[in-house]
């Protein structure tokens, strides 16, 4: 098959969301040389960590508005060198504090990205699911790069210059989005953003039955999912006694069994039903969480990694499903609407999981995940089962 422009501006939104998601997965595996070089506590560093991520989800429904003015290859831009700026900003910081806010930093500016490439790539591809799923291997590529690159760099030489690695991933990919991707014209681009009642159009989105329904089964499991990711390494480490590399490398199979499965999950989301597939994939996702909690060896680890990983896949099909339901005019807002309501609702789970970890245990903090999933899936089981049509 001829290599086309739009397979141009598939793979270079891809290699975006690898470097924003690398930069939110290089602190990781390096935790515990973050709290020792700071003195701090798995709950202070589950607070910078969710910081970032409700940062993150923030700027999805801003980042929507601006790309409706100023066009998706400015925004997407923006994305991309803002998180190598503020990367640098977290690896240099001197104390906690201005660490903290360049964390957070780095959660805006990573927002930006997914919900403009998103409803760029649904405008170009009659298969939103299969484009959408090809554009979240960004996520996982990220994930098996960055957990195994930032624990041995961290090792050997200190989490700052681990942490540091974010702004040589970003700096090519900036140059070659600048040089290859066109100009995108803009929406409304005499339009501002403030005199368009941003709260108001927020609300009406949200409050739309479909929308509401899928965003409280986001939450749930997006809460288990960043939890966990923020703080798997350091589970590993402490409740099994793995060394950090053997941690970054179970960490990264994750990434990797989640990049295996995700474009097949979105492929038959288009082919399938929608709602069978995501409910499919939770299961699947809880039945991993509890898998984490054995002690039988690497195998077991393994195991519950693909389980895991298929399980966070099922963005792959809710994703596309919100598409569906909205008009091409009103992707760019109400898809940035729907991220923003569950990336934020989600992202205090690295919060959550740093203070259940500290006053319950690792193995009452797992069960706790495992519960929420559980309850994303009856929620989607229950639409199905019954037909409800949300």
């Known amino acids: 098959m001829k290599w086309q422009y739009r397979d141009t501006v598939l793979l270079l939104c891809t290699c975006a969301f690898f470097v924003t998601y690398f930069a939110r997965l290089a602190f990781s595996p390096v935790v515990p040389f973050i709290t020792d070089d700071f003195s701090v506590s798995n709950t202070q560093i589950g607070i910078a960590l969710s910081g970032m991520w409700i940062a993150y989800g923030l700027t999805q429904y801003p980042s929507g508005l601006l790309a409706d003015r100023f066009g998706e290859k400015r925004i997407i831009l923006l994305s991309v060198g803002g998180t190598a700026v503020l990367s640098f900003v977290a690896a240099a910081s001197p104390v906690f504090v201005l660490f903290c806010l360049g964390v957070a930093g780095i959660g805006a500016v990573a927002g930006l990205h997914y919900t403009v490439a998103s409803t760029l790539l649904s405008r170009t591809y009659d298969d939103t699911g299969t484009a959408i799923g090809i554009h979240s291997l960004g996520a996982p590529a990220a994930g098996l790069i960055a957990p195994v690159a930032a624990a041995w760099v961290g090792v050997r030489y200190g989490w700052r210059p681990a942490v540091a690695l974010v702004v040589l991933c970003a700096l090519p990919i900036f140059v070659l989005f600048l040089w290859r991707v066109h100009p995108t014209e803009p929406r409304r681009p005499d339009t501002e953003s403030t005199d368009r009642s941003i709260g108001g159009s927020f609300v009406s989105f949200l409050v739309r039955p479909t929308i509401a329904f899928s965003t409280c089964v986001a939450i749930l499991a997006m809460f288990a999912i960043n939890g966990l990711i923020s703080f798997l390494p350091t589970f590993l480490v402490e409740f099994h006694g793995y060394t950090p590399t053997l941690a970054g490398i179970v960490f990264s199979a994750y990434f990797v069994a989640r990049g295996g499965t995700q474009i097949g999950v979105g492929a038959l989301s288009d082919w399938y039903d929608r709602d069978v597939v995501i409910a499919g994939c939770l299961l699947l996702g809880m039945v991993g969480i509890l898998l984490f909690l054995l002690d039988s060896g690497l195998w077991v680890a393994f195991l519950a990694v693909l389980l895991f990983g298929t399980g966070t896949s099922f963005f792959a ?11 091409e005019s009103e992707r760019n ?41 559980a309850a994303s899936f009856t929620l989607v089981a229950i639409n199905r089962l019954f037909r409800l049509g949300y």
């Open 317 to 327: 099909a809710l994703e596309p499903k919100m598409l569906d339901r909205l008009s």
């Open 333 to 373: 807002t109400g898809f940035g609407v729907f991220r923003t309501a569950y990336v934020v609702g989600g992202s205090t789970g690295s919060i959550g999981v740093g203070a259940f970890a500290d006053a319950l245990g690792w193995h009452r903090t797992f069960l706790i995940l495992a519960v929420l999933f």
